[in-house]
């Protein structure tokens, strides 16, 4: 379905495993500005589209733009700071770093490349001093100030989830991709989670596409629903669409 003003438009995105072709995307657009949700049953390819999109992965066939411009075949870092970022469905945390340091990892030009170059270079303290900065302020917006000299390590699951978002944030992207945000984390974080991502929409102006399992989350804040089944969309539309949508409940109860 063509949308007017489309962040991210992919089309004939195919992946194969072997025998397997576990993504085969014809067209897919993201509406600017929306939280769009990618549902599907497991093994549907959610993730592996999620890859191919972020330049984690290569795709046997297919091409995407985002914000107008071609961004298949770049490499990951690079798509991160055309600001497209993801987060993992199992956490990337790096547990023995300080929630701290995981954040200034994130951080644009703390990529490692040519740092000691960097360092005499006039705006290198102030590009560090602003990436505290913005790691800080993301830390007490994601509650985990608190935190920020613990390993990440330490932190429960769902403060794994907060941080991994608040990551994602460092480089202040216009696209936010969420693999299974609330996955595993207790009913109380969820709730704030949920915030976190209609926030991102409402007060920044983001873009969020995000993968999630539990339907009255996915129809409760999203604007559009793309269905994945065997890596091909089955159907797209607003939420109280989908909901009513034969091939999608097909889709659910068969496997
Ligand atoms: P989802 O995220 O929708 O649950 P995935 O994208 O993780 O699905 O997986 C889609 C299909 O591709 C599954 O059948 C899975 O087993 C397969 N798959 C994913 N990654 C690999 C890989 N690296 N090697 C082989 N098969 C894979
Ligand atoms: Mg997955």
């Given at each position: 379905?063509?949308?007017?003003?489309p962040?991210l438009v992919a089309?004939?995105?195919?992946?194969?495993?072997?025998?397997?072709?576990?993504?085969?995307?014809?067209?897919?657009e993201?509406?600017?500005?929306?939280?769009?949700?990618?549902?599907?049953?497991?093994?549907?390819?959610?993730?592996?589209?999620?890859?191919?999109?972020?330049?984690?992965?290569?795709?046997?066939?297919?091409?995407w733009t985002?914000?107008?411009?071609?961004?298949?075949?770049?490499?990951?870092?690079?798509?991160?700071?055309?600001?497209?970022?993801?987060?993992?469905?199992?956490?990337?945390?790096?547990?023995?770093?300080?929630?701290?340091?995981?954040?200034?990892?994130?951080?644009?030009?703390?990529?490692?490349?040519?740092?000691?170059?960097?360092?005499?270079?006039?705006?290198?303290?102030?590009?560090?001093?602003?990436?505290?900065?913005?790691?800080?302020?993301?830390?007490?917006?994601?509650?985990?100030?608190?935190?920020?000299?613990?390993?990440?390590?330490?932190?429960?699951?769902?403060?794994?989830?907060?941080?991994?978002?608040?990551?994602?944030?460092?480089?202040?992207?216009?696209?936010?991709?969420?693999?299974?945000?609330?996955?595993?984390?207790?009913?109380?974080?969820?709730?704030?989670?949920?915030?976190?991502?209609?926030?991102?929409?409402?007060?920044?102006?983001?873009?969020?596409?995000?993968?999630?399992?539990?339907?009255?989350?996915?129809?409760?804040?999203?604007?559009?629903?793309?269905?994945?089944?065997?890596?091909?969309?089955?159907?797209?539309?607003?939420?109280?669409?989908?909901?009513?949508?034969?091939?999608?409940?097909?889709?659910?109860?068969?496997?």
């Open positions: 379905v063509a949308k007017p003003d962040i089309d004939g995105v195919r992946r194969q495993f072997g025998g397997l072709t576990a993504v085969d995307v014809a067209h897919l993201v509406p600017r500005g929306s939280i769009t949700a990618l549902i599907g049953p497991n093994g549907a390819g959610k993730s592996t589209f999620f890859n191919l999109l972020t330049g984690f992965d290569r795709p046997n066939a297919g091409s985002f914000q107008g411009e071609r961004a298949s075949g770049v490499p990951a870092y690079r798509v991160a700071r055309r600001g497209m970022v993801r987060t993992f469905q199992l956490t990337k945390a790096l547990t023995r770093l300080t929630v701290l340091d995981n954040m200034l990892l994130a951080a644009p030009k703390q990529s490692g490349e040519g740092m000691l170059g960097a360092f005499w270079r006039p705006g290198w303290r102030r590009q560090e001093r602003e990436n505290l900065e913005r790691a800080e302020s993301l830390l007490r917006r994601f509650k985990l100030y608190d935190k920020r000299a613990d390993f990440a390590g330490t932190l429960s699951g769902g403060q794994r989830k907060l941080l991994e978002m608040a990551r994602a944030l460092m480089v202040d992207p216009a696209l936010v991709m969420l693999d299974e945000p609330m996955a595993g984390v207790n009913p109380a974080l969820v709730q704030s989670l949920l915030e976190h991502v209609t926030a991102l929409r409402d007060r920044e102006g983001k873009t969020v596409l995000f993968v999630e399992h539990d339907m009255d989350v996915v129809m409760g804040i999203s604007d559009w629903v793309v269905v994945l089944a065997q890596g091909k969309v089955i159907a797209e539309g607003r939420p109280d669409d989908i909901r009513s949508d034969a091939a999608v409940i097909d889709a659910y109860l068969g496997t």
